[in-house]
């Protein structure tokens, strides 16, 4: 059976968004992210009420965003498996705040959901389909797919269950304690023979 790899982006490969915005705007409520909330929609809609309340512009969350990098290490274990499987990202971002850290990664394969934006100021977000990264992993093992996934937060228990192989990774405080069925790794390397001994390689 064909395998194809799904990992998470934001605490992956590439450093939380929302956690740079906090540190530019001083504001530190928007330091929570799916590590800390469960709920994705409740956490995006205070997320938009604060944006809002303090008149913070889509340009300069772009602003932000332009002067992170991607996680170290996170290229050349992109490129590593992109030589021996099919991988897509499948994150909670947004088609406006991703490519940056695209250019960075090569270009690899992002699915992600949209965001309404008027006048430089985000209204709301639209996403791809309900428990999209779930969905996503349902969709290709309905392909004929061996799915394996990678995560760090609440928002990708649903996937990582899913998936016939799921391992949490750099994982959010109490996540592997709560999840003992699914592996918990720290560092590229042992995630890279982890995909491959679950892939059967």
Not at 5 to 12: F, S
Not at 41 to 46: N, S
Not at 169 to 179: M, S, V
Request: hydrophobic share 40%; aromatic share 8%.
């Amino acid at each position: 059976m064909q395998r194809i790899i799904a990992l998470d982006m934001e605490g992956v490969v590439t450093p939380e968004i929302w956690i740079a915005v906090a540190s530019r705007t001083g504001i530190s409520e928007l330091q929570l992210t799916t590590r800390d909330e469960p709920d994705y929609q409740k956490l995006m809609d205070r997320r938009i009420a604060i944006l809002d309340e303090h008149k913070i512009p889509l340009s300069l969350i772009n602003d932000v965003i332009s002067e992170l990098d991607v996680l170290e290490g996170s290229r050349a274990f992109l490129d590593g498996l992109r030589r021996k499987y099919p991988v897509v990202l499948l994150s909670d971002t947004f088609v406006q705040f991703a490519n940056h850290f695209m250019t960075q990664l090569g270009y690899p394969h992002l699915l992600c959901h949209r965001l309404v934006v008027e006048a430089d100021q985000i209204t709301r977000f639209v996403p791809r389909v309900e428990d999209a990264k779930r969905r996503a992993v349902l969709g290709y093992q309905e392909l004929g797919y061996h799915v394996t996934t990678v995560g760090d937060s609440h928002n990708d228990i649903s996937m990582l269950q899913q998936a016939e192989a799921g391992c949490l990774f750099r994982a959010a405080p109490g996540l592997p304690d709560k999840y003992p069925d699914l592996v918990s790794l720290e560092a590229y390397d042992e995630l890279t023979e982890w995909i491959d001994f679950s892939a059967g390689n």
